[in-house]
């Protein structure tokens, strides 16, 4: 399959630790990118490559995975990382590339 | 400071044909790949396809596979993204974005262009 799940919505509160997770099959072969995107904006790229967060990117983003699984944890979330969240990969063919459903973080 | 600007917002038909474009500027134009992403409003992203603005060739989603094709023009830093034979389910937020032949990611998108497809 190509399809990348993400449950659709997580809440955390200021300051706490959530984590948006991503399956795929896909993601056995190839890495994960996350992106950020607010309302009226485009998305932002926020980890690539696993766990490699782009300049301007706070530290509290973070990455991983294991197995068809990748993961976006914010440490310390703030009320600005109030947003929906989109992994993205390659298909299993490789050649086509595949959005999540998206999960949309709410900062309680 | 790379910058992907893309043309303005457009109305168009059903039946129709649409020519977006995303000028590149503040990289080595030919080094990277482009990309273009649609976005229906409430709905997550959804990838059409890519060149690589190097050597010309191009990838398609198979969800759009017949009605869209991807230019550039290097002597310009441009990328186009035509799509005919419109819909109204066409309508949505158009973005073009910079990646990689061998990578996994977009690092930077243009601004979008929200094209309206009605009658």
């Known amino acids: 399959s190509s399809e990348l799940t993400q449950d659709p919505a997580v809440s955390v509160a200021l300051g706490q630790t959530v984590r948006i997770t991503c399956q795929g099959d896909?993601?056995?072969?190839?890495?994960a990118s996350w992106y950020q995107q607010k309302p009226g904006q485009a998305p932002l790229l926020v980890i690539y490559?696993?766990?490699n967060r782009p300049s301007g990117i706070p530290d509290r983003f973070s990455g991983s995975s294991s197995g068809n699984t990748a993961s976006l944890t914010i440490t310390g979330a703030q009320a600005e990382d109030e947003a929906d969240y989109y992994c993205?990969?390659?298909?299993?063919?490789?050649?086509?590339?595949?959005f999540g459903t998206g999960t949309k973080v709410t900062v309680l | 400071q790379v910058q992907l600007v893309q043309s303005g917002a457009e109305v168009k038909k059903p039946g129709a044909s649409l020519k977006v474009s995303c000028k590149a500027s503040?990289?080595?134009?030919?080094?990277?790949?482009i990309h273009w992403v649609r976005q229906v409003p409430g709905q997550r992203p959804e990838w059409m396809g890519c060149?690589?603005?190097?050597?010309?060739?191009?990838k398609y989603s198979q969800n759009f596979q017949g009605r869209v094709t991807i230019t550039a023009d290097t002597s310009a830093s441009t990328t186009y993204m035509e799509l005919s034979s419109l819909r109204s389910e066409d309508t949505a937020v158009y973005y073009c974005?910079?990646?990689?032949?061998?990578?996994?990611?977009?690092?930077?998108w243009g601004q979008g262009t929200l094209v309206t497809v009605s009658s």
């Open positions: 974005a910079r990646g990689f032949e061998t990578g996994n990611y977009f690092d930077y």
């Open positions: 503040g990289y080595t134009f030919t080094s990277y790949t």
């Open positions: 060149i690589n603005a190097g050597n010309g060739n191009t």
């Open positions: 896909s993601l056995r072969s190839y890495y």
């Open positions: 490559n696993k766990d």
């Open positions: 993205n990969s390659r298909d299993s063919s490789g050649n086509q590339y595949v």
